[in-house]
């Protein structure tokens, strides 16, 4: 279990970015979010309401403006409800305050700390260093977040005659900016700007296609848009009449709690190939000098990923979510390869070549 004497300070809320003052109901978390859950949470006859269309930015200052944004994100990061009744009841029976600091969320007396070991059921702890990097990678994906800009372009799309709506061009726009959605979390991630430009672009050559497809079934999921009408018809034009069916099978399979996809989508980024394997290609990632920087971020984002999977499920829990997430990423790469589609590798080619051309303009602006 992570204290503040294990984990270090000063740790930060994954909700607002204030300071946290440990993990509340299974998310890091600072008192003022924590509170504003235990209150909030259950009263399911209220309907919270947002004026700006359920798309406010919560940060320490704003957190107080919206409170049906602020419990949205508290349920995305995953925020169990079912906890609340288990932390009444322990803060009812338990007298001394130290009781509770010795106590899981189960109820059990924690065990000594163990260093992490892959092999045996440890409660590992993230160190202040990871702590603080699981936060950037969560702050970084919000705030490129563009799924508002999504459901205006979907808007702007839907008022068109519907001769031009069903056109190729037009449905093309549209799943580009899918596509292109990653793009930003990337670039702005922590380590990819430290690493070489050949190091940067074959990245983003080599990982692109498997990272931002899984990046839109998270993206679809999100904002449910297999529920509106046009973005199925683009996808129909595009892809053909069975995307649906497709769509559907992968959405329901992904996993629900958000902060695991939104690092598992990183480590993808940074993977020396999550695409199909060709021995032949002579711009195999392996084949690029310094890959040793690459492999030293995959060790430091899996070690920390790992460690967070330990201690929001326990061991068991833990390597049950890490062989699903496994086996859900190689189920979405075979799929793509049997459905090949000219027209989204054609759009994939076209983010890749300008990612890779504004990166090399980015390193000739530095000297």
Known sequence: MVTKRTAGLPLICLVCGDDARGINFDVMSCMSCKTFFRRHAQKAVIKLECKLDHNC?????????????????????????????????????????????????????????????????????????????????????????????????????????????????????????????????????PYFQDLSIDLRQALIQHNYDTASTMNCVFIIREMSALDNAT???????????????????????????????????????FSTNCSIVNPDDPKNLRTISNTIAVFNIQNILVTMFWKYLIYQYGFIGGVRRFDSLIKYVLELLHSMNERANAQHEQMIDTIVEKTTRSLTIDDQKMY
């Open 231 to 269: 973005f199925l018809t683009s996808c129909d034009v595009v892809y053909g009449y069975d995307i649906f069916k497709y769509s559907t099978h992968f959405v329901s399979r992904l996993e629900s709690n958000s902060t695991l996809i939104k690092i598992l989508l990183l480590t993808l980024a």
């Open 57 to 189: 930015e919560i940060t320490r200052r704003t957190r107080s403006a919206c409170a049906a944004c602020r419990l949205k994100k508290c349920f995305t990061l995953g925020m169990n409800q079912q906890l609340l009744r288990r932390w009444s009841v322990k803060c009812s029976k338990s007298k001394p305050a130290q009781v509770l600091k010795t106590l899981d969320r189960n109820g059990n007396y924690l065990p000594k700390p163990l260093p992490l070991n892959l092999l045996r059921n440890d409660h590992s702890t993230l160190t202040k260093e990871e702590w603080n990097l699981l936060s950037n990678i969560v702050h970084t994906y919000d705030k490129t977040n563009i799924i508002p800009d999504i459901k205006y372009q979907l808007e702007q799309q839907s008022a068109l005659p519907p001769k031009v709506r069903s056109k190729v061009s037009t449905s093309v726009d549209v799943l580009k900016y899918f596509l292109s959605a990653l793009q930003p979390f990337i670039e702005d991630s």
